[in-house]
């Protein structure tokens, strides 16, 4: 199936700095998902994005998907400590099969 | 209401144990879903469920099974446990005609 790349890997950013971070695929994507995983937890659902172009935001996190609907971003302004932890992009391809990327480990240095 | 929950949080099997891993959501969703999370690797679907009585394999179903006889529980069945099988598991449930998934705590799986 379609590969989601997830880039960076991991990002060590400063309080009050901010933040991006994408994925991107070979394939055409429906629908973008992201993600936040807490260590020990589930991932929980942060923004969903239905059509291309679309940019969305939920509070300092900002996601839009890509134009060409191969990729989507995801922007965090003025991090705090908890958002520590690893952000997860999923995208809904046109089997209508669900696809993670391996996800981006933030830390945040007071 | 409580989400998605899973039980138990951790546990260690022996090469050839078997176990059963529980899920139970209590929004009336219609979808649910079992994947794995391995260290540097994206979530990989295991088997999935559009609805009591009607299970399906995902990407990588050998050596699982599973059973959906309620909307609320979708246990997953490892019968002959491989280091292989070493995972962090996560069960997932969605509304149908909606992408979202609410996942639980997961479960935390060591064979030796």
């Known amino acids: 199936g379609q590969q989601l790349n997830q880039s960076p890997q991991s990002m060590f950013i400063q309080e009050g700095e901010d933040v991006s971070m994408n994925c991107t695929s070979s394939?055409?994507?429906?629908?973008w998902l992201w993600y936040k995983q807490d260590p020990g937890e589930g991932p929980v659902l942060l923004i969903a994005?239905?059509?291309?172009?679309e940019l969305t935001s939920n509070g300092r996190l900002t996601a839009q998907f890509g134009i060409t609907r191969k990729d989507s971003f995801l922007n965090i302004s003025a991090s705090i400590p908890s958002d520590v932890g690893i952000y997860f992009c999923?995208?809904?391809?046109?089997?209508?099969?669900?696809?993670f990327g391996a996800g981006t480990r933030l830390t945040v240095k007071p | 209401n409580a989400g998605v929950t899973q039980t138990p949080k951790f546990r260690i099997l022996k090469i050839g144990q078997s176990m059963t891993l529980q899920c139970t959501q209590d929004?009336?969703?219609?979808?649910m879903y079992w994947y794995r999370q391995d260290p540097g690797m994206g979530l990989k679907l295991i088997y999935y469920?559009?609805?009591?009585?009607?299970?399906d394999k995902g990407e990588v179903p050998n050596g699982y099974n599973v059973s959906r006889s309620t909307t609320e529980d979708f246990p997953l069945r490892l019968e002959l446990a491989a280091p292989s099988q070493t995972s962090v598991y996560f069960c997932?449930?969605?509304?149908?005609?909606?992408?979202?998934?609410?996942f639980g705590p997961g479960t935390r799986l060591t064979v030796t």
């Open positions: 997932a449930s969605s509304y149908l005609g909606k992408v979202e998934q609410y």
């Open positions: 394939s055409i994507f429906n629908t």
């Open positions: 994005l239905y059509k291309a172009g």
């Open positions: 999923a995208g809904l391809d046109n089997n209508n099969d669900m696809r």
């Open positions: 929004m009336n969703h219609n979808y």
């Open positions: 469920s559009v609805g009591a009585g009607i299970t």
